[in-house]
């Protein structure tokens, strides 16, 4: 994804093409099960979760490496592992500006993981 389109949250299928429904709504395929489940792992980190949430929320929708890793107690190696198995499970994607890497979030994976945690009937609640 580049990052023009950042601007707007757009659901895109998952990285393998496919497209799940809700769990609640229907089984996972092994398939399914298999191309999500590095991306939920790589959330299950609080280091990585809180590294995507600040990724994510940056006012100017990238943030470099630079400003992330002031806020963390651990070495710069150990960040950009952090931010290594992000960018492998596909919520963040970087680009080198000169010395630094700029981190953007996205959007189509983590409206993927989200569209799959939805609750029956919150789809039509919200509209």
């Not at 998952?14 to 398939?31: H, K, M, N, V």
Request: charged letters at 15%.
């Amino acid at each position: 994804m580049s990052k023009q389109s950042m601007g707007a949250i757009v659901e895109l299928p998952l990285a393998d093409g496919a497209c799940c429904a809700p769990l609640s709504q229907a089984a996972l395929s092994a398939e399914q099960a298999q191309d999500l489940a590095p991306a939920f792992k790589a959330l299950g980190d609080p280091v990585r979760l809180q590294l995507l949430s600040q990724i994510a929320s940056a006012p100017s929708g990238e943030a470099c490496v630079c400003d992330l890793t002031p806020g963390f107690d651990l070495s710069g190696p150990t960040i950009s592992h952090h931010l290594k198995v992000l960018r492998e499970a596909g919520l963040i994607e970087g680009e080198r500006r000169g010395t630094w890497v700029y981190y953007w979030a996205v959007p189509g994976r983590m409206a993927a993981l989200a569209h799959v945690l939805t609750p029956a009937g919150a789809a039509k609640a919200a509209a």
